[in-house]
């Protein structure tokens, strides 16, 4: 059974740093693009970065130039760093992947979130 896990949330004051890891565990064969998602309460969930197997990578305007999202492809790791932290990056952090496991079918997979709170 693929299950993604994430860990390194926490509280941090403005202006801070953060890196959250998320690692995929399970019978995997491949991983396809890997990302990072968040959902602050009262809002929809929305994209915070994505990046490819091959290292392509896209971010929401709102970390653009703060966040850096990055892989280990051999540990099946997604990481995001995160810097300048705002007290409106307080948020549940989700990470999302796409990981074709046993039989060679690909299904995108959501791990079960890690709280990130930015205040002082």
């Known amino acids: 059974q693929v299950q993604l896990v994430e860990s390194g949330g926490g509280l941090v004051q403005p202006g801070g740093s953060l890196r959250l890891s998320c690692a995929a565990s399970?019978?995997?064969?491949?991983?396809?693009?890997m990302g990072w998602y968040r959902q602050a309460p009262g809002k929809q969930r929305e994209l915070v970065a994505t990046?490819?197997?091959?290292?392509?990578?896209g971010y929401g305007d709102s970390v653009k130039g703060r966040f850096t999202i990055s892989r280990d492809n051999a540990k099946n790791t997604v990481y995001l760093q995160m810097d300048s932290l705002k007290p409106e990056d307080t948020a549940i952090y989700y990470c999302?992947?796409?990981?074709?496991?046993?039989?060679?079918?690909?299904?995108?997979?959501w791990g079960q979130g890690t709280q990130v709170t930015v205040s002082s």
């Open positions: 999302n992947a796409d990981i074709t496991a046993r039989f060679g079918f690909t299904n995108n997979y």
């Open positions: 399970g019978v995997i064969l491949s991983i396809r693009t």
């Open positions: 990046i490819t197997r091959g290292d392509s990578t």
